[in-house]
């Protein structure tokens, strides 16, 4: 076989794994088998805090004390993030079936708040985006893969993660989001 060939087989085939990697979600569910999806409230962690910009009011967020209020999901993504592009209009349909229960947010870490206004608007995402442009929220979940949805529980504790895009998250989001509802 000729050696270039060989060469694209090989870049090919790496691409492939790649893009994979980047379509297969790695979730984070209740370990002990419970059909809600809910991490244990005995084995799930604290979630550590942050207090980031809201790009679209200036006002800064502070997760604990929303979390006190209602659950929160939020998500790490970015506007050249294929995937992450993916699973912003899931959030969005989730985000209007769950208003006033449960509290979402985007969080953005690359672009500026005004590009991140813009990308909102332009696809039609009214939940609230969070510029982390010094990277507080990004370094304490330890993000190294986009996108990454984290959800949190009344009691400011993790119970349920996904790095990467879940084409079925319309199923398993629900169901995590109605135990945490049901005060599970």
Same mark, same amino acid.
């Given at each position: 076989?000729d050696? %270039?060939?060989v060469?694209?087989?090989?870049a090919? &085939? /790496?691409?492939?794994?790649?893009?994979? $990697?980047?379509?297969?979600?790695?979730? +984070?569910?209740d370990?002990?088998?419970?059909?809600?999806?809910?991490?244990?409230?005995?084995? =799930?962690?604290t979630?550590?805090?942050?207090?980031?910009?809201?790009?679209?009011?200036?006002?800064? @967020?502070? /997760? *604990? =004390?929303?979390?006190? %209020?209602q659950?929160? @999901?939020?998500?790490?993504?970015?506007?050249? #993030?294929?995937? #992450? %592009?993916?699973?912003?209009?899931h /959030?969005?349909?989730? $985000?209007?079936?769950? %208003?006033?229960r449960? *509290?979402?947010?985007?969080?953005?870490?690359?672009?500026?708040?005004?590009?991140?206004?813009?990308? =909102?608007?332009?696809?039609? /995402?009214?939940?609230?985006m969070?510029?982390?442009n *010094?990277?507080?929220?990004?370094? !304490?979940?330890? @993000?190294?893969?986009?996108?990454?949805?984290?959800?949190?529980?009344?009691?400011?504790?993790? !119970?349920? @993660?996904t790095?990467?895009?879940?084409?079925?998250?319309?199923?398993? &989001?629900?169901?995590? &989001?109605?135990a945490?509802?049901?005060? +599970?």
């Amino acid at each position: 076989m000729d050696n %270039r060939i060989v060469k694209s087989l090989v870049a090919l &085939l /790496l691409v492939g794994v790649i893009a994979l $990697s980047f379509l297969s979600a790695k979730t +984070q569910w209740d370990d002990t088998g419970g059909s809600d999806g809910l991490i244990p409230q005995s084995k =799930a962690k604290t979630a550590p805090n942050f207090t980031i910009p809201d790009v679209g009011t200036g006002q800064l @967020v502070d /997760l *604990q =004390a929303t979390a006190r %209020r209602q659950p929160v @999901v939020f998500s790490f993504w970015a506007t050249w #993030c294929g995937p #992450c %592009r993916m699973e912003l209009p899931h /959030l969005q349909a989730l $985000s209007e079936k769950y %208003r006033g229960r449960v *509290q979402f947010y985007g969080i953005n870490g690359d672009a500026s708040p005004e590009t991140i206004k813009k990308f =909102a608007a332009q696809n039609n /995402l009214t939940f609230p985006m969070l510029s982390d442009n *010094q990277g507080v929220a990004h370094t !304490r979940y330890s @993000v190294d893969s986009i996108p990454l949805m984290v959800v949190v529980d009344h009691a400011g504790k993790v !119970r349920a @993660v996904t790095e990467g895009y879940d084409p079925e998250m319309d199923d398993h &989001l629900p169901k995590v &989001l109605d135990a945490l509802i049901a005060g +599970q």
